[in-house]
């Protein structure tokens, strides 16, 4: 089985047994974000977990503070695709009993973007294991009802991506160093500016922009992709980690001139993806495929 479909299965079983919403959640598996509505407030708070695990999202010979600050910006990343202002974060790190040096090369460079960012850590979990793991779990907010949803596209909306493809595949292949940063302040413009729908480049755009279209049960036919220094096409189409944004806006939307127009949302089946006129498969990052 595919990764999407595992979470398809899990998914499907959280809703027979009534367990998909409720206690205040409105949005829950399915988008970057689970979105929490409290009672008699202006703002929806989101929330969001990602996991590192070493020799599947980093090595052992990385710099411990590039693992931490990577291991922060995927969380933020899924609170810029919903236009969310990050709050604080939880971090939970399972290390060998010898690696107490390693714990504070990964605090220093998850400390320095935590307070760029103005996160607060708020606690976590630490125990002791064969590998390096860790999760992080990310809170933030954002004006009632505003989120941004990848079930939010529309025939005829205009395809974009905040920047240039490819750069985080490069880099691995090359064996370059390559901080990605989060999105964050471009999340909550994009959000005020009116568009409605949006999501990270986390696995790829060929696998994400099927993701969003799906979701929104549309196609898409997308003409040019903007790729990063020294990527090539294939990097920018199918790499993952960039975190970038993608996102869908009408025309009468102004938006901020260095966002990149890739494409357009068509009717068709839903998930199908175009290239310059040829169905582009979902060729991106897939835990449960090979590479």
């Known amino acids: ?3 999407a479909q ?5 998914q499907a079983r959280i809703q027979r047994l009534g367990l998909a919403r409720g206690n205040g959640i409105v949005t829950g598996i399915g988008d970057d974000c689970a979105i929490f509505s409290p009672r008699g407030s202006a703002n ?3 929330f969001t977990a990602d996991m590192m695990h070493q020799d599947v999202h980093f090595t052992a010979a990385e710099d411990p503070r590039d693992v931490g600050h990577k291991a922060l910006t995927r969380s933020l990343s899924d609170c810029a695709a919903m236009g969310a202002r990050p709050l604080f974060c939880l971090i939970s790190l399972a290390v ?3 690696e107490t040096s390693w714990v504070d090369g990964f605090y220093d460079g998850l400390c320095e973007l935590a307070r760029k960012r103005h996160v607060i850590i708020a606690g976590g979990d630490l125990c002791r294991t064969a590998e390096i793991s860790c999760d992080v779990t990310v809170c933030g907010e954002v004006p009632r009802g505003q989120a941004l949803l990848r079930s939010k596209a529309r025939i005829g909306d205009r395809i974009y991506v905040s920047g240039p493809l490819g750069k985080a595949a490069y880099a691995l292949e090359s064996g370059t160093r390559h901080l990605p940063q989060a999105r964050v ?3 909550e413009r994009l959000r005020e ?4 729908c949006a999501m990270d480049l986390s696995d790829g755009l060929s696998t994400d922009l099927a993701r969003l279209c799906l979701a929104s049960g549309l196609a898409a036919e997308i003409a040019r992709v903007p790729i990063a220094k020294g990527a090539t096409l294939a990097h920018a189409l199918h790499g993952g980690e960039d975190y970038q944004l993608l996102f869908t806006s ?3 939307i102004t938006l901020p001139t260095h966002v990149h127009l890739i494409g357009r949302i068509t009717k068709g ?3 199908q993806v175009k290239y310059q006129g040829q169905p582009l498969p979902p060729q991106g990052w897939d835990h449960f495929q090979k590479p």
């Open 250 to 252: 009408q025309s009468t």
């Open 1 to 3: 089985m595919t990764e």
């Open 96 to 98: 060998p009993s010898s």
């Open 269 to 271: 089946p839903a998930g």
């Open 6 to 10: 595992i979470i398809e299965t899990i």
């Open 185 to 187: 302040g471009l999340g």
């Open 44 to 46: 929806d708070l989101v």
């Open 193 to 196: 500016l009116g568009v409605k």
